[in-house]
């Protein structure tokens, strides 16, 4: 069962916030598509994962070429079949005390997920 949580968390000064590659969407049965009076054809996606409608060419030529289009802000928690990740806006300002709330990083709906305890001496201690 999805968790009902966030898709960004202010709680420090980091600044985190879940994030898609658009150009995974391409094949995903949640895609949708329409053809604009300009011609174009514009995809978004039916889960509201994300709220971007984007130029369905400009993301196969990125497909086609290897390059990346760019991520997404989401406007929710993505879903499993997602190619989603954590972007941290400002990472330099990771208070002493770490992330306050690693349950934000849990893959979405579900699935392991990894804490790592990194340990150092303080100055103190010599
Ligand atoms: S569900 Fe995820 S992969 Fe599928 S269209 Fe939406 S954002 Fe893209
Ligand atoms: S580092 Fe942790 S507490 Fe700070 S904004 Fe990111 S997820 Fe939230």
């Not at 984007?54 to 993301?59: P, R």
């Amino acid at each position: 069962m999805a968790i009902d949580r966030d898709s960004s968390c202010r709680r420090c000064r980091v600044y985190c916030d879940w994030v898609v590659d658009p150009v995974a969407c391409l094949g995903c049965s949640r895609l949708y598509a329409y053809d604009a009076k300009d011609g174009r054809r514009y995809v978004g996606c039916v889960e509201g994962v994300h709220r971007a409608e984007v130029e369905l060419a400009a993301l196969e030529s990125c497909l086609a070429d290897g390059r990346a289009f760019g991520a997404i802000r989401a406007a929710r928690v993505p879903l499993a079949i997602c190619s989603a990740r954590v972007e941290a806006a400002y990472p330099q300002r990771l208070p002493e005390i770490g992330c306050v709330n690693p349950e934000f990083r849990e893959p979405p709906e579900g699935g392991t997920f990894t804490i790592s305890v990194r340990a150092s001496a303080s100055p103190d201690d010599a």
